[in-house]
């Protein structure tokens, strides 16, 4: 019998509160795992979930996300909106230091916004802010040394929640001399808690923590507040098998895990010396279908699909319990999610045979990619096939590599994906991951004209009313085209040493290091 257990601590809201100690930074190593290695540095560029989760740690913005989900301040002291809600002019925080030494000025966040808005950085947020989403930024203009002026083309509602967009890279200010005089990308320089030490490709990235960093007073709160670099390295260590990541635990070779898998979780909760996060996430899980595929191009076969699935049972099966079925790109942890976007047609075998007929399929094989990186979406795949299967649907599996089926899914290059979506957490930029053009985005999975326009107008409106009013009909609309089938928002677990302190977990599911450290 063991002489104790490993702790569980279900965040059921935003995070687990930590006593407060009085510490100081020393000279030791928080060692965490990764699932794969980062794709780059570049914030924005290319980029996964990892990558967002080591790069936050080295680079900041004008604005972040706090615990409850709004924006609130970060290298900006604050911020005016113009009346005609089309100018945003932030005063800067003084005595930001960049990771060279240079301190920061306006100057330096007018040169950053206007690399992002060349579209030969290729920056992911790029088509959100050039006129081709929401709105257009005409102008980025330096007021004086402490003050910037961003101005849009139009008012725009979430502007301030695309900047601060993890997968934006937090539209991170940096120093000129992150690019050569060739203007090709070097490496980031920032103003975050930690920089980048030696990055060993496949292996390990390690940040080495940043003395000079200028902390913004206050506790924690989200990717903002109060920021200590207790530790005085940082090393995420790639390891693809979960598995091996939990035997590195246990064996005290790693201290962190990130992104458990259910089936490591199941067991770390029992193990003596550990302590499990638990938090649903607003990240997605779902099968996606190509609406331009020869096959599924059919609205009835794509009806079929979801109507073979019993996706309470898929559910089940493969969280164990730790998860809720959710129909809608809305999380369930949004406070804009209600009860009718939890409402999904039950599974009709029969229905889904009689579209198939109308539709005149005739048993064409339709491949479904997949991963094992992700192992629940894997599961997911298997328990769908044979589902689909009864109604007479053929799906085939291809496992790819995460990385392969990443850049397939950026270039629309599918059938069907069974694919996870890192948080949004934001309704509408919920609904703008899925929705737009494809023919200039080609990563969109729902190209519904009407769609797009209603999301623009769920961007611009400020009454909560009508707001939710757009995100019903929103929904209504989803359900009829059925682009994707969504399964669930995947929880977040978050594994660490029991002398690991001050780990946090909320509904983003990016682990934070800095505010931690060893007992």
Not at 13 to 23: F, G, H, K, T
Not at 115 to 141: H, I, M
Not at 159 to 170: E, K, M, T, V, Y
Not at 326 to 335: A, E, F, G, L, Q
Request: charged share 20%; glycine share 8%; net charge neutral.
């Amino acid at each position: 019998m063991r002489a104790a257990l490993g702790r569980t601590v279900f965040l059921g809201c935003l995070w687990a509160a930590q006593p407060a100690l009085a510490q100081t930074p020393g000279d030791y190593t928080i060692r965490a795992s990764l699932n794969s290695d980062i794709r780059g540095t570049q914030p924005g560029g290319n980029r996964d979930a990892n990558t967002d989760v080591v790069m936050m740690h080295v680079l900041e913005g004008l604005v972040a996300y706090r615990e409850d989900t709004s924006v609130g301040p970060m290298l900006a002291e604050s911020w005016s909106l113009s009346e005609d809600g089309r100018t945003y002019t932030f005063k800067l925080r003084q005595g930001v230091t960049f990771h060279n030494g240079a301190t920061m000025t306006a100057a330096d966040v007018v040169w950053s916004w206007r690399r992002y808005l060349n579209p030969a950085t290729q920056w992911r947020c790029l088509p959100d802010l050039d006129g081709r989403g929401l709105s257009k930024v005409v102008s980025v203009e330096a007021v004086d040394a402490q003050t910037v002026a961003v101005t849009l083309d139009k008012p725009s509602a979430i502007f301030l929640s695309i900047i601060a967009r993890a997968d934006c890279g937090q539209t991170a200010i940096l120093h000129p001399d992150s690019v050569g005089a060739d203007g090709q990308w070097r490496e980031p320089i920032g103003t975050g808690p930690y920089r980048i030490g030696e990055w060993k490709r496949g292996q390990s990235i390690e940040l080495t923590r940043f003395d000079r960093y200028a902390s913004r007073q206050g506790e924690m709160d989200g990717f903002t507040g109060g920021k200590v670099a207790y530790a005085a390295r940082l090393r995420f260590v790639v390891i693809p098998d979960a598995s091996a990541a939990r035997a590195a635990l246990l064996g005290n070779s790693v201290d962190v895990l990130t992104d458990v898998p259910m089936a490591e979780a199941t067991d770390l909760r029992t193990r003596a010396g550990v302590t499990l996060l638990h938090t649903p996430t607003m990240g997605v899980t779902a099968f996606l279908l190509q609406t331009r595929d020869p096959v599924l191009r059919d609205p009835r076969i794509r009806q079929a699909f979801a109507l073979s699935l019993d996706v309470r049972q898929i559910v089940e099966g493969t969280m164990e319990g730790m998860a809720q079925q959710n129909p809608s790109i809305v999380p369930i942890r949004s406070r804009w999610h209600d009860e009718a976007q939890s409402q999904r047609p039950a599974r009709n075998v029969a229905a889904a045979r009689r579209l198939l007929a109308e539709a005149g399929y005739r048993g064409q094989p339709i491949r479904m990619q997949v991963n094992r990186r992700y192992a629940n979406t894997y599961d997911a795949a298997v328990a769908a096939q044979a589902m689909a299967e009864e109604a007479g649907l053929k799906i085939e599996l291809e496992v790819l590599d995460w990385a392969t089926q990443l850049d397939r899914y950026t270039r629309g290059d599918y059938q069907m994906q069974s694919f996870i979506y890192s948080a949004r957490l934001d309704p509408s930029l919920s609904y703008e991951m899925i929705a737009g053009p494809k023919e200039t985005q080609p990563r969109k999975v729902w190209d519904n004209p009407a769609a797009q326009a209603l999301i623009q107008r769920s961007m611009q409106v400020t009454g909560d009313a009508e707001r939710q009013a757009i995100l019903a009909e929103l929904f209504k609309m989803f359900s009829q085209d059925v682009p994707m089938v969504i399964l669930y928002n995947q929880p977040d677990f978050l594994a660490g040493r029991d002398a690991i302190q001050g780990l946090r977990a909320w509904p983003s599911g990016h682990t934070r290091l800095w505010n931690v450290w060893v007992r």
